[in-house]
C-alpha cells in the first residue's frame, strides 16, 4: 500500500479506516493477542488497525540482548558492555511497513496516528513499568531546525500520550547542544563519532503544560524512562544517559523505544 492510497483512505470521512492497508475496516477482536495488558492501548489498537494487519505488525516478543533488547544477539552491546543505561526495550521491528506508517505521522504529519504509535509503544515501555516505578518519562529531543519544519517532536507526542495511559509525569529533561544532520544516511562509527556531546540536561528541569503536572516531582529524577522513535546503534540513547547522569549522578535511565531497527 503506497503512501498515497494510505493518506487517500485516512482523510476519507466515511468509517474507520485500518491505520496500515487503508482499506479494511478497522476493528480487531478484543481475543487478538498483543503484548500488551493496558486496557486503553489495546482498545486504541484493536479500534485502529483490523485484525489481519494487526496479527502482521512484527512486535518484539522475545530478546537476545538484555541491554537493548534486540531480538538477534547483539554486537553493540558486546563492543560496549558499560553503557550509561540501565536497559532498553523495543515495541516493533523497524521493517518496511513500520517505517512507512512512522513517516506518515514523522513526515506527512498525520496526528490522528499519535494515539496508535502510543499505544504501540505500550509493548515496549510495560515490560520495564512490571520492573521499575518511574519518577519521570521525558524524551529524546530533535533539532530546532528541524522542529520547525515539521511543526512537532514526534518522540515528545508519543511519550507524553504514554505518560498519560499509564498516570505518570512527563518533563523535558533535555536540550540539544548543537545540529546533527540525518543519522538515517550515516554508518555506525559516523553515527557515534556525530551523537558525541550532542545533548544536555535542561536544569532545573521546566513544568510543561500536561495532565500529568498534578503528580509529584522529585528533586531530581531518579528513575527515568527515556523515549524516542527508533534504536539503531544506541548512540542517541547513550548521550542522552550520560547527560541525564551528569545532571543527575543518582539516576537510573531506561529507555522505551517504539522501533528497533
Not at 104 to 133: F, I, Q, T, W
Not at 206 to 222: Q, R
Amino acid at each position: 500500500m503506497s503512501w498515497s492510497a494510505v493518506l487517500h483512505s485516512l482523510l476519507q470521512p466515511r468509517g474507520q479506516a485500518c491505520l496500515l492497508c487503508g482499506q479494511s475496516s478497522a476493528g480487531g477482536s478484543a481475543r487478538t493477542a498483543l503484548p500488551i495488558r493496558h486496557p486503553a492501548s489495546r482498545r486504541i489498537l484493536l479500534e485502529g488497525f483490523c485484525s489481519k494487519c494487526l496479527s502482521r505488525i512484527p512486535w518484539i516478543v522475545a530478546i537476545a540482548c538484555p541491554v537493548c533488547g534486540r531480538p538477534e544477539r547483539c554486537g553493540d552491546c558486546l563492543r560496549r558492555p558499560n553503557r550509561p543505561f540501565v536497559k532498553v526495550r523495543g515495541a516493533v521491528r523497524y521493517d518496511a511497513a513500520m517505517k512507512e506508517l512512522l513517516a506518515l505521522y514523522k513526515y506527512r504529519g498525520l496526528e490522528k496516528l499519535e494515539p496508535a504509535l502510543a499505544a504501540m509503544l505500550s509493548a515496549a515501555a510495560e515490560p520495564l513499568l512490571n520492573e521499575v516505578r518511574f519518577d519521570v518519562v521525558t524524551s529524546v529531543p530533535i533539532a530546532e531546525r528541524r522542529l520547525e519544519d515539521r511543526g512537532f517532536d514526534q518522540a515528545e507526542r508519543i511519550a507524553m500520550e504514554l505518560a498519560r495511559l499509564y498516570r505518570l509525569p512527563y518533563r523535558r529533561l533535555l536540550k540539544r547542544t548543537r545540529h546533527t544532520g540525518k543519522q538515517s544516511f550515516k554508518g555506525r562509527k559516523d553515527r557515534i563519532e556525530d551523537m558525541k556531546g550532542t545533548f544536555a540536561a535542561i536544569e532545573p528541569p521546566p513544568a510543561i503544560g500536561h495532565p500529568s503536572e498534578a503528580f509529584p516531582f522529585p528533586p531530581y529524577p531518579v528513575r527515568i524512562l527515556l523515549v524516542d522513535d527508533i534504536y539503531t546503534t544506541g548512540s542517541t540513547m547513550t548521550e542522552c544517559s550520560l547527560a541525564l547522569k551528569s545532571a543527575y549522578p543518582d539516576s537510573e535511565v531506561y529507555g522505551a523505544m517504539w522501533a528497533r531497527s
